[in-house]
């Protein structure tokens, strides 16, 4: 008996081990990381969106919101809510994309995201970065601050 619950004691350690490791597999914004590589990673965040813990792929994308966009969407819980709602749930689990810069300047960069659906069906968003100016952690991050609504482009059938 006490050796079942030494084994079940140390299924349970390294069951939270790994959680722990598995939580620091999110990344954080850091001033090396390109534009397009902050569209990037949000998408293949969203695109597995479970696969770190449950909405960890949501918690990626807004780990690289700018701050203002943050007090736009609300925190967390409400982002989770926004990104799962009708405008946006096709992101999550979704089978592909594509990112193709379309325009910017010294401080923001525009990129149009073409994103085909767990569904087969296509959107195309307008996805917009902007480097962090002030100071603090986030200083020359570049960090999302609007993604439009999506528009529908069809079916891949």
């Not at 999110?26 to 965040?45: A, F, M, R, T």
């Not at 479970?50 to 909405?55: L, R």
């Not at 195309?124 to 020359?140: A, H, I, R, S, T």
């Amino acid at each position: 008996m006490l050796k079942k619950i030494q084994i079940a004691l140390s299924f349970l350690v390294l069951f939270f081990i790994l959680i722990s490791i598995s939580k620091a597999e999110i990344l954080k914004p850091n001033s090396n990381i390109k534009p397009s590589e902050v569209v990037k990673i949000q998408l293949l965040g969203l695109q597995k969106n479970n696969d770190v813990y449950e909405d960890s792929g949501i918690e990626q994308t807004w780990n690289f919101a700018h701050p203002n966009n943050k007090k736009a969407t609300g925190p967390l819980d409400k982002f989770k809510t926004m990104i799962k709602s009708n405008n946006y749930q096709m992101m999550i689990n979704h089978i592909s994309h594509t990112i193709t810069q379309i325009r910017g300047g010294d401080n923001w960069v525009q990129f149009e995201v073409i994103i085909l659906d767990k569904n087969k069906i296509y959107h195309k968003f307008n996805w917009q970065v902007e480097k962090y100016k002030e100071d603090g952690p986030l200083k020359d991050c570049w960090l999302t601050t609007m993604v439009s609504s999506p528009v529908s482009l069809g079916s891949s059938i």
